[in-house]
């Protein structure tokens, strides 16, 4: 089956249109989940003990992946017009434990493969600055042992995207069977993925620009400039304490929100109806595991 990809992206726009609650409802409530939150527990007066540090630090790290699951169930109920409302963020918990293992056996995989490559491309990196090749050649091997390293996370990344609307359509079949489907389901198909991703881009730029002008704003008040904090460390030290202060950092944040509320369910129905698509091209495929019906 032929991926289209512009026709993907206008089919997850009228469906969002047509959600009720407002789509833009329900990325508010994720942001809220997820952001707010995390927000809540920075601003919280919590004891600085072991025990307090540790289970807040183990709050952050296990909650946030059953909320990103809720927002897969919202987006594949949404591309298959199954109503979904803001009570599907939460169905995620529900399967807490299955969803943290997937993402754990998917984060082990990445890292393993992550240091294979990287081991494999520095022995040639080493051997030329070994060998006194001169700095340019040095420079080059270095960015492209950056760049191999790179293109190897991602590539990794999208071999495993598709699993959590695997275990979203068979949660029964445990965390490690929805890893081996998305990596048989991606097979061929990663370049399609890169181009459904790389086409937000566009978006992204957009919230990168409103939190540089707010921090440019503050280092303006701060009396701080580019060239000031290139050239003194002190100076440097003081603007990163600026730009990790509460109030710029919830402000760049704020400002990103009304971009953000259309492209959260926007880009996460775009990936359900890219599964979708992957699963009606593999339906018929002899070569592909048992797939989830539609």
Known sequence: ??????????????????????????????????TGVSWLISFLPIPHTQTSLLFFQLLLTLYPPGVRFGLCLWALWT???????VNSLTQGFSVAGRVILMQLGIYVRVMGWYFVVAFLLSMPVLILLLSGAGPVLGV??????IVGLAAT?????????????????????????P?????????????DLFKLELSFLGWELVNFVLTFVVILLFLDRAGLSFPQLILDQALLSQAFNIIYSPP?????????????????PYRATARAGFYDTRLLAAADASDQPDMPPL
């Open 248 to 264: 710029v950092v919830i402000l760049s944040t704020l400002v990103t929100i009304p971009v953000s509320l259309w492209l959260l």
């Open 179 to 191: 890893i081996f489907r998305s990596a048989a389901l991606m097979r061929g198909w990663k370049w």
């Open 140 to 145: 080059f091997s270095l960015l492209l042992f």
């Open 79 to 85: 591309y298959r017009h199954l109503d979904p409302d």
């Open 153 to 177: 996370v991602i590539l990794l990344q999208l071999r495993y995207a598709l699993a959590p609307y695997l275990l979203a359509d068979r949660p029964d079949d445990g965390p490690a069977a």
């Open 1 to 34: 089956m032929e991926f289209d990809r512009i026709e993907l992206k206008r089919q997850a726009r009228e469906r969002i249109a047509l959600t009720d609650p407002k789509f833009w409802v329900v990325a508010l409530a994720y942001i809220a989940m997820t």
